[in-house]
């Protein structure tokens, strides 16, 4: 019999994310608003949420309304460069664990480049100059720069896949959606 995934994503943060235990090519999840959140819920139970949450392992980050202006593109050019910094500092807090994205803005999947950049992992994070307050707890020196090997969790509320999909084309060159997906999995 396969072994499930959850388990395995579970085993791997719990054993720090050692990169010779498994190596998946999705390391990102993404729930669709279920509304009665019973799909959430099997996935935190399959991931042993709590258990990891207890251990440390989990950093939760809210996308709601108030990042429309972290998110938009700003007269300055600094393009979507708060939202950035934001992510990278909660995987930052993240590293070796779970990142969960409550996302109830859509307006996120104007950004499928961050998303997919979270869960590919083939380079360093770094943030972006100028530097927001998100960094001054870090023991770590600008340009605050660090490999993500956690896993990203999506949880997305108040709007449906398609609803993303169609956001991401209508702001975004197209494809960059398909490129983020091809790191991470629809949750079933």
Request: proline share 1%; charged share 25%; hydrophobic share 40%.
């Given at each position: 019999m ?6 395995e ?13 498994y190596?998946?090519?999705?390391k990102?999840?993404i ?13 935190k ?13 989990v950093?939760?980050?809210?996308i709601?309304?108030s ?8 007269a300055?050019?600094d393009?979507?460069r708060?939202c ?18 409550n996302?109830?803005?859509?307006k996120l ?12 992992q083939?380079?360093a994070?770094?943030g972006?100059y100028p530097y927001?307050?998100?960094?001054e707890?870090?023991?770590i ?11 990203v ?5 108040g709007f ?13 060159e197209?494809?960059?959606i398909q ?8 949750a079933r």
């Open positions: 396969e072994r499930d995934f959850y388990q994503v579970y085993d791997h943060i719990m054993h720090d994310c050692a990169s010779d235990m190596q998946w090519n999705r990102g999840i729930n669709v608003d279920d509304e009665s959140n019973q799909m959430l819920a099997s996935i139970e399959r991931l042993r949420y709590d258990d990891l949450n207890k251990a440390g392992k950093c939760e980050l809210t709601d309304e990042w429309t202006s972290f998110i938009k593109e700003s300055n050019n393009t979507g708060k950035w910094n934001k992510l990278v500092a909660a995987a930052y807090k993240a590293n070796h664990g779970l990142l969960v994205l996302v109830s803005n859509i999947f104007s950004r499928c480049w961050h998303l997919k950049q979270l869960a590919k083939e380079v994070l770094q972006w927001d307050n998100d960094f707890s870090f023991h020196e600008p340009p605050y720069k660090f490999m993500f090997d956690g896993y969790l999506i949880t997305i509320k449906k896949w398609k609803d993303a999909v169609d956001y991401a084309y209508k702001h975004l197209y494809g960059q490129a983020m997906m091809s790191f991470y999995r629809l």
